[in-house]
């Protein structure tokens, strides 16, 4: 039997707000055979920072999460509440290794508010369980699935994490299961 896969989970910045970590952990843990722990280290992301668009530069920010000395574990998933970009896109929700180390997210765009629309604590926490899944999944080899009840399903926009299940369908699961 394999040992259990550990995941550090690596607030980029601030705490994202109104995010519960402990349910975070609890939803990925239940889905994934994963430990998850939460590691606040003190990390300096001003260079990834683009300062006319306003977005940190997602690639910079997953470089300095791959620059960490490995502890034993075999991922680290970033959370940063900063918006997020790559050059050729206005933002991403989040980015990945596939099939390596490094996973990150942001809550920037994943709160009711940014859309306008008043505060929802289970919709915000139900769409980072779902972006941390989904990013994780990219590390253990997944690409985007087809596959309509699947969290590896590509996200556009926020209806796009609100329409797919926190949870791999099962061609993605067995997937896991091999890898995991
Ligand atoms: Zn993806
Ligand atoms: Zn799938």
Excluded: W
């Amino acid at each position: 039997m394999r040992s259990m896969q550990v995941v550090r989970i690596i607030p980029l910045g601030a705490h994202p707000r109104d995010v519960s970590f402990q349910s975070l952990i609890m939803g990925l843990e239940q889905v994934l055979p994963l430990q998850c722990r939460v590691e606040a280290i003190p990390m300096d992301i001003d260079a990834a920072l683009d300062s006319s668009r306003k977005q940190y530069h997602s690639t910079e920010l997953l470089a300095n999460l791959v620059s960490l000395p490995e502890r034993g574990e075999q991922r680290v998933l970033g959370i940063t509440p900063y918006d997020l970009f790559i050059p050729v896109l206005t933002f991403v929700f989040g980015q990945a290794q596939l099939n390596n180390r490094a996973a990150l997210f942001s809550t920037f765009r994943l709160h009711n508010e940014f859309y306008g629309m008043p505060h929802a604590a289970e919709t915000l926490q139900s769409r980072c369980l779902k972006e941390a899944l989904h990013e994780l999944g990219h590390t253990f080899g997944l690409r985007h699935c087809l596959e309509l009840p699947c969290v590896m399903n590509s996200s556009t926009y926020v209806e796009d994490i609100d329409l797919k299940p926190a949870d791999f369908c099962l061609p993605c699961r067995e997937h896991l299961q091999d890898v995991c």
